[in-house]
């Protein structure tokens, strides 16, 4: 009986240190080099770096810097199948300080930022100095993109040097556009943007004026909406479209508009 307690002992002597001497996972466990993922590391991760969906997620935009240097000059119907034409490519305004021109291309950059910031897509008609596409060109471009909506900017121009203020036009119903959906939605985002950015620059409001002679309205199948962010004539306002503080303003009212249209049709 002793003799079985004294080999028991043993046995369980021998078990216990082979057990701590052969167990090279005990080893790999304490490794410092890979530590395993903690649900504490994965809750700061999830606190520091939340997944922010912006307000403009999944929206398509197609930014329209109006006019720019065009090579050749021709006329083109101003609405499918339309007789009476227009001018393909046409220069815009221009002020003391820039042409419109170089300023709808700031406008333009400015905007795009701050749609991406909003997680929107974003594409140009033009992205530099040249005007590659004609009025119809640049509505087709959009056409094909089936964007969510066209943003084209402009600036104004008057023999009146007093006139000032900010407009925004949409299409009218004619025998070219006669889309309900393009209509309101052009309308109800009008609206909205208009005046969004008169809240943020300050500037006298023009209101919301409809258009049916403008080709590029003529020719669009996606809801597009044509800001004229003041007047180039105009000294004050002059100034101020050159002061990229107000361009700024004038961009985050476009940005704070549409969010707040695509609000009311989600
Ligand atoms: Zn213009």
Known sequence: MLKKIILLFLFSLLLTSCQKQTF????????????????????????????????????????????????????????????????AFVSGTSG??????????????????MLEEKGAAVHMTRTDKNAALSNIGRAEFANGLGCDMVVRIH???????SAKGISVLIPAQNQYLNDPYVLSASKNAGQYVLDSMISAAGAENRGLILRD?????NWTK????????????????????????????????????????????Q
Do not use: W
């Not at 050159?242 to 695509?262: C, H, P, Q, S």
């Open 155 to 161: 600036a104004d121009g008057s023999e009146n040097t």
């Open 96 to 113: 003391s300080y820039q042409t419109e021109a170089e300023f709808n291309l700031k406008m333009a950059y400015l905007l795009k930022g």
């Open 213 to 217: 002679d403008l080709t590029g309205f």
């Open 222 to 265: 996606v809801p597009c909406i044509l800001v004229e962010c003041g007047f180039m004539s105009n000294p004050d306002e002059d100034l101020l479209l050159a002061d990229e503080n107000y361009r700024i303003l004038l961009a985050e009212g476009i940005t704070k508009g549409l969010i707040e249209y695509y609000m009311t049709v």
């Open 24 to 87: 090279p996972d005990d080893n790999a466990v304490k490794l410092p080099d890979t530590p395993p993922v903690t649900d504490t590391e994965t809750a700061e991760v999830t606190e520091t770096e939340p997944t922010v969906i912006g307000e403009l997620e999944g929206r398509v935009f197609c930014i329209d810097p109006g006019h720019g240097d065009f090579a050749e000059a021709y006329t083109e119907p101003i609405g499918p199948g339309a007789t009476e034409t227009k001018a």
